[in-house]
């Protein structure tokens, strides 16, 4: 007999990340929120730049619920959550692998300001009812979830932390590159951050801001240095939408990486779609910070590797 | 050819015409943002560390290195001179390079160096050598001071500690990997 010690070991990691997903459906159905399931192989996924779908029996897996809870919301559900898996080809490290498990949520009538709120109410809902009241501890320091939650635009964040302005690292074309090296590992250090107000053309379906075209009303959420949620105004302009797929089309040809057809019937339902905000949150990411895990690998029952 | 998707710690790949051993890794991917491979690795020749952000699609040459049993001739102007022992071909390695090997090397030790290329850039000593033991005080019988070593300087300079009864013109064994004394040597 050689029993699965790696496994085993992963015992108290998984029987927190069995609560913490509890605390999240208890946070959505006491908030008045529909729990939804869409199916997870679909035609056609949002086509974006830097994010390719598993193909799967001539359609793909998803790499978000989003089309899909985009249209019920335009079939008049207001307020729905759905915790399901998601795909996305090739992304494997410590904070990545390829099959994870998304939260997301979306509201109508609200924006990404309201879903900042909620999110700030989720997290502190779920640490404290999963036993991880009090400020957490990740990688040696301690962050407040409790403290007023910082909000930086990318613009500073660029200045502050990035030694240049966001439209000089963006004319460079190394805007990832500031991102991933001198910003992400000082956001969220010692109370989570939001960073909002990414540059237009790095936001294919988020709406752009009233003041400032420049860019879009959307944020990532930071716990830790490490990125848990992605959230943004929905964009509900059809003609818009179907310009901004086709470039990220384009873009994705010009690279050679895997077509991806246009979703039509989302395009053709998204001007039935009211002012909504929505959200996709990385579980395995929370449980990670919540625990203060080296390794996604710590939170997973299996890794692709030990199939 | 490596690419991104060969990165791994412990990997040796060619940069600006040196090698570089890969130290660590990370795959990295800022939201909607594209895949960003970390790594931080380390010049095999300088020591120097760097952090370096790749793409996808970038590709890495190889670091093309062998490891060939020489034999250590002599030290002039601050470079070692090594004798490959099938070729007699004679190569010179720099006091860097040598490192701390250079605190346990005598004349005609046999020695592997690692070659990239043309180029000798590191040694490799066994793990136990036998070295002459050049200067040491006497041990003063009814030392009450409680010390269990003293000092030594071996024929090459290095000067380590040894137990009490070392005397002066004696050999010992040395653990070339922590630099300590590890025996007398018996004879």
Known sequence: MTANWRLARRHGALRARARIIQEVRRFFIEGGYLEVETPLRIPAPAPESHIDPVPADGWFLQTSPEICMKRMLAAGYERLFQISHCWRAGERGSMHVP?????????????????????????????????????????????????????????????????????????????????????????????????????????ALARLKGDDLTVAERFELYLGGVEIANAFSELTDPVEQRARFESEAAFRTSREQTPIPLPEKFLAELAAMPQAAGIALGIDRLVMVLLDADSIDEVVAFTPEEL | MYTVADLKKGLKITLDGDPYLVTAFEFSKPGKGQALYRTKMRNMITGIT?????????????????????????????????????????????????????????????????????????????????????????????????????????????????PPFIEEGEMIVVDTRTGDYSTRVKG
């Open chain 1, 99 to 203: 099959e994870f498990t998304m939260l997301e949520w979306y509201r109508a009538a609200s924006d990404y300001r309201g879903v900042m709120e909620e999110t700030e109410r989720l997290i502190r809902f779920v640490a404290e009812g999963a036993g991880f009241g009090g400020p957490l501890s990740f990688r040696g320091k301690e962050i407040d979830i409790t403290a007023p939650w910082e909000r930086i635009t990318v613009r500073d964040a660029f200045v502050r932390y990035g030694g240049m302005t966001m439209d000089k690292a963006l004319d460079r074309d190394i805007f990832d590159e500031v991102m991933v090296e001198q910003i992400e590992p000082r956001l969220g250090i010692s109370r989570p951050t939001f960073i909002h107000d990414y540059p237009a053309c790095r936001s």
């Open chain 2, 50 to 162: 760097l952090d370096r952000t790749y793409r996808s699609g970038e590709t890495f040459e190889p670091a093309r290195l062998e490891e060939r049993q020489m034999q250590y001739l002599y030290k002039e102007d601050n470079h070692y001179t090594f004798m490959d022992n099938q070729t007699f071909e004679q190569v010179q390695m720099s006091e860097e390079a040598v490192g701390d090997a250079k605190n346990f090397m005598i004349d005609n030790i046999q020695v592997d160096v690692l070659m990239f290329g043309e180029k000798a850039i590191g040694v490799s000593l066994p793990n136990f050598v036998n070295l002459r033991v050049v200067q040491t005080d006497p041990w003063v019988k009814g030392d009450t001071s409680g010390s269990d070593s003293k000092p030594a300087t071996l024929e090459t300079g290095y000067v380590l500690r040894v």
